[in-house]
C-alpha cells in the first residue's frame, strides 16, 4: 500500500526496526550518517537501498528539515555506496519514490540504487 508521505514519522517502519537492529539486512555500507543494504525483491541485479540514519519520511521531509551535515552525509553516502559496488563505469539509476503516485511504501527516506545490466529508457506507464 503507498503511504502518504505527508504524515509524520513511524518508528515502527521496517526500515527504523532495520536501523535499530531489530530486523537484519545485507548490509552493504554505514557510515555515521547512511546506512545501504540489498533490496529484498531486487528489480535488476544490483538492487540497493541507501537510507539517512535520522527519522525522515520522505526526500520531501529530509530536504525540508535535515541539517546540512545529514544532507551532505546521505548525499554522499549513495556516491561512495554506488562506486563501491562498481557502478560508476557502467552506469546505474537513482529512484526515490515519495508519497501516493509514486508508490512509496516505506515510510522512511531511501534511495534506490538499480545497476549490473543495461538499464533502458526509462518508461511511465
Ligand atoms: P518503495 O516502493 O520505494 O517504498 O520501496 C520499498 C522497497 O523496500 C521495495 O523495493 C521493497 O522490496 C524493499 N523492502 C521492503 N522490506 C525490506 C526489507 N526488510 N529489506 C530490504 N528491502 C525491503
Redesign the pocket.
Known amino acids: 500500500m503507498?503511504?502518504d508521505a505527508t504524515l509524520p514519522y513511524d518508528d515502527q517502519n521496517?526500515?527504523a526496526k532495520?536501523l535499530r537492529g531489530e530486523?537484519p539486512?545485507?548490509k552493504v555500507f554505514e557510515d555515521d550518517w547512511a546506512l545501504a543494504?540489498?533490496?529484498?525483491?531486487?528489480?535488476a541485479p544490483t538492487?540497493v537501498?541507501v537510507i539517512p540514519k535520522g527519522a525522515y519520511v520522505s526526500w520531501d521531509d529530509f530536504s525540508g528539515k535535515a541539517s546540512d551535515a545529514e544532507i551532505a552525509g546521505f548525499v554522499r553516502a549513495v556516491g561512495q555506496v554506488s562506486r563501491a559496488l562498481g557502478l560508476v563505469e557502467p552506469g546505474y539509476r537513482l529512484?526515490?519514490?515519495i508519497g501516493m503516485d509514486?508508490?512509496?511504501?516505506?515510510?522512511h527516506l531511501?534511495v534506490?540504487v538499480f545497476g549490473g545490466k543495461p538499464l533502458g529508457p526509462m518508461l511511465m506507464r
Open positions: 503507498p503511504i521496517i526500515f532495520i530486523i539486512c545485507k543494504f540489498h533490496d529484498i525483491n531486487p528489480q538492487h537501498l529512484l526515490a519514490n509514486s508508490h512509496q511504501e516505506v515510510p531511501h534506490h
